[in-house]
């Protein structure tokens, strides 16, 4: 008597064991984790902390208008206030990013700065995992190409030059991808909502989605 065929995707279908898929475990490894975030290391310490002479003074410029706004602005006029005096580089974000980014008050100024560069890569991970799974990927598989994602990125200027100002890009692109590719569609929208409340500027992006 014949056996019977093992059923799709079982343990005997060698489309288990494709290229793909041993490309997948490779990433995904302990080691090959631990190499990316060796990669990632050198390449996100020059966009660390302004300071020095061969660095501008504009590197991390969003950050500190992020923190002086929520330090320095009177209650009630958020907008009279601006980093340089005299109406020059203002805080020009909705009243609820300043909320959301109230918590930097309670840092100093390099810390602010600090945290902002890398909040980036962390947030770029997290996009990588939502375009991950987007793309059918679930479990290790997908958590394990977010540092990949992450190390990839720094390598490219919209990326590295988020962080050398600290900017809110790296939040808003993973608060978008996460609701459009992971958030089932009943709460959907939601995250894009807090993306919009944090920079409206984003809200034609959206719009045209």
């Known amino acids: 008597m014949n056996e ?4 799709r ?3 005997e279908d060698p489309r288990r064991h494709g290229p793909t898929t041993r490309l997948v475990e490779a990433l995904t490894s302990p080691a090959a984790i631990a190499v990316g975030l060796a990669v ?5 310490y020059p966009h660390l902390v302004a300071g020095g002479e061969s660095i501008s003074w504009a590197l991390h410029i969003d950050a500190a208008i992020y923190r002086g706004a929520v330090t320095g602005a009177q209650p009630g006029h958020l907008y009279e ?12 974000y909705p009243p609820f990013a300043a909320v959301l980014l ?12 600090v945290l902002m560069a890398l909040v980036t890569p962390l947030t770029v991970a997290v996009a990588g995992w939502a375009m991950a799974h ?9 958590v394990g190409l977010a540092p990949w994602a992450a190390a990839g990125s720094l390598w490219l200027q919209p990326v590295w030059r988020t962080m050398d100002y600290g900017q809110v890009n790296g ?12 958030v089932p569609p009943r709460w959907r929208g939601l995250a894009c909502g807090v993306a919009a409340a944090l ?4 809200l034609g992006l959206i719009d045209n989605w």
């Open 4 to 7: 019977a065929p093992a059923p």
């Open 9 to 11: 995707g079982g343990p």
């Open 40 to 44: 990632a290391a050198p390449v996100s």
């Open 81 to 92: 206030w601006s980093y340089a005096g005299n109406g020059v580089l203002p805080f020009t």
């Open 102 to 113: 109230s918590p930097l008050a309670l840092l100093s100024d390099t810390q602010a700065q």
């Open 134 to 142: 987007g793309a059918g990927l679930r479990g290790r598989a997908a």
């Open 171 to 182: 939040i808003l692109l993973a608060l978008v991808l996460v609701d459009v590719l992971v």
């Open 199 to 202: 920079n409206n500027n984003r």
